[in-house]
T-cell receptor, first 109, second 115 residues
Framework: RKEVEQDPGPFNVPEGATVAFNCTYSNSASQSFFWYRQDCRKEPKLLMS???SGNEDGRFTAQLNRASQYISLLIRDSKLSDSATYLCVVNFNFNKFYFGSGTKLNVKP | DGGITQSPKYLFRKEGQNVTLSCEQN?????MYWYRQDPGQGLRLIYY???????QKGDIAEGYSVSREKKESFPLTVTSAQKNPTAFYLC??????????????FGQGTRLTVV
């Protein structure tokens, strides 16, 4: 079983739509959680950290469910510029970051 | 500007050759990492270093070697023992363990192709 699993998509949505991704992780001792965004042929860039109480940054909302071992990312009012691959990242100990294989989002006009 | 720099951006290697990928950071980060990404895949950890003169194998270290002689530098050598080296290589860094659960910052990557 993979340490972190994501639906690869693609999710094809119209502009203005709300879209949500989930990510499950296997290690219940995981300490920190992140969502990264990766554009085609580029490096991943931090989108947001995920806090236990959930957190919001503009149109983006992240949630953590430790009991069910998943994290989620909600994007409201999708923009064309949101088209990218979204990577779920889980940190088990200081040095071990485990990356999901990513969920591809295509926002269409 | 502070950041993490990888070079070269594109690298072509003949079979049987060793090549070294450069990674330099001026963020004063203690920890540095090398990842490999294959098409449609997540990132897999090759090696990491928590501090100067120390490094540890990640999940796919076979066929790779690293050094950490300076805090700001963590070069990766892809040896001829790596059977399928064509991939996108990403270097990352983060502050020391005492800084808490901070995110990793990535360089722009090196795309290695075996010809």
């Amino acid at each position: 079983r993979k340490e972190v699993e994501q639906d690869p998509g693609p999710f094809n949505v119209p502009e203005g739509a709300t879209v949500a991704f989930n990510c499950t992780y296997s290690n219940s001792a995981s300490q920190s959680f992140f969502w990264y965004r990766q554009d085609c042929r580029k490096e991943p860039k931090l989108l947001m950290s995920v806090y236990s109480s959930g957190n919001e940054d503009g149109r983006f909302t992240a949630q953590l469910n430790r009991a069910s071992q998943y994290i989620s990312l909600l994007i409201r009012d999708s923009k064309l510029s949101d088209s990218a691959t979204y990577l779920c990242v889980v940190n088990f100990n200081f040095n071990k970051f485990y990356f999901g294989s990513g969920t591809k989002l295509n926002v269409k006009p | 500007d502070g950041g993490i720099t990888q070079s070269p951006k594109y690298l072509f290697r003949k079979e049987g050759q060793n090549v070294t990928l450069s990674c330099e950071q001026n963020l004063n980060h203690d920890a540095m990492y090398w990842y490999r990404q294959d098409p449609g895949q997540g990132l897999r950890l090759i090696y990491y270093s928590q501090i100067v003169n120390d490094f540890q194998k990640g999940d796919i270290a076979e066929g790779y070697s690293v050094s950490r002689e300076k805090k700001e530098s963590f070069p990766l050598t892809v040896t001829s023992a790596q059977k399928n080296p064509t991939a996108f290589y990403l270097c990352a860094s983060r502050p020391g363990q005492g800084a808490g659960n901070t995110e990793a910052f990535f360089g722009q990557g090196t795309r290695l192709t075996v010809v």
